[in-house]
Every structure is written in C-alpha cells, then in structure tokens.
C-alpha cells in the first residue's frame, strides 16, 4: 500500500474513532465517516465494504500489533523486557492519536484490559510460575499493572516524557525477576 493510500485509510480510521466514542457502531453511518474524514463516500468504499468491517479491521489491527510486540521471545532478562518495551514505544508514538481514540472506546476499554490480562499470562508462563506461588503472581500482576498504567498516562499526554524516560519508568515498575 503507498504511503498517501495508507494516510487515507488512518484517516478514516480516526475520523471512524472519533465517532465511535460518542455513539455505537449501530448509529454511525458511512456518510458520517466520511464528513468527519473530509473524503467522498466513494473513497469510504474504495477501502472498506461497510462500517462493521471498519470496525472489524480496526479492532484486529491494533491487537494483532500489539500483541505480536508483546509476544516477542525476548527472554526475561531487564534487557530482553526492555527490547521488547521499546518495540512497543514504537508502536505507541507512530500511532498515537488512532491508539488514544480506541482505547477511549468501550470496546477499546474492554482490549486494554485484555491486553493486560494476556501480558500477565505471558509472564507466568514463561516465568514458569505456578498459579498457586501467590507471591510471584502478587509481583507479576503488580509489574503488568504498573506498566500498563505507565503507558496509558503517557498515551493520554500525563506524563510529558521522551522515548528513553518512558523506557526508564516502564522498567523501574518491574516488581518480579525470575
């Protein structure tokens, strides 16, 4: 895809976004997006067949990339988490206003949180800790927690900090080294 196709079709995404957080997918029309995306409909259909496959493509975009950072095999190690914390940086600056519209989604909500469930399941696993060590997975859930809370309040402009200050904090919320 050309770079001026792929600005389009962020283009749509925000505007498709922005609208989603005041009304449900049901209320949002192709005309609407496309006011709001200041492009004909014509163009809508030159990228998606519908609103639900929009919203379908967007939710499975943004999972699909953040996970695939998040299950990056990295190891364990401060710098394998720190390699696969910056991939994810990455991600987060180059998509910023697509990734704040979403998460202020219901839906949106409802996959950070899942996000942050699969990244405490990634730990343990490979971890290898059991379910019953309470306090390891007390320190895991704490690590991942603070983390996502850390990215989140960066995302939304809270914490006014550069690549390597987010780097830092996201590392010093690590409660649990194997």
């Not at 939304?156 to 919320?173: E, I």
Request: proline share 2%.
């Amino acid at each position: 895809m050309t770079s001026q196709r792929q600005k389009t079709k962020q283009t749509i995404e925000v505007a498709f976004l922005r609208l989603l957080c005041d009304a449900p997918v049901e209320k949002i029309t192709v005309r609407e997006i496309s006011d709001e995306a200041q492009i004909s409909r014509n163009t809508f259909y030159n990228y998606f067949t519908s609103v639900y496959e929009l919203k379908q493509l967007v939710t499975t975009d943004i999972n699909t990339n953040i996970s695939s950072r998040m299950d990056r095999e990295t190891g364990l190690t401060k710098a394998g988490l720190a390699e696969s914390l910056t991939t994810m940086i990455d991600y987060l600056t180059a998509n910023q206003e697509l990734l704040r519209l979403f998460f202020r989604t219901p839906e949106g909500n409802v996959q950070l949180l899942a996000i942050i469930q699969n990244g405490i399941k990634l730990w343990r696993l490979r971890a290898h800790v059991r379910q019953s060590d309470t306090e390891a997975n007390v320190l895991i859930i704490m690590s991942v927690h603070g983390m996502a809370g850390i990215l989140y309040h960066w995302l939304y402009g809270q914490l006014d900090l550069d690549r390597a200050q987010v780097l830092s904090a996201l590392l010093s919320a690590v409660r649990y080294e194997p």
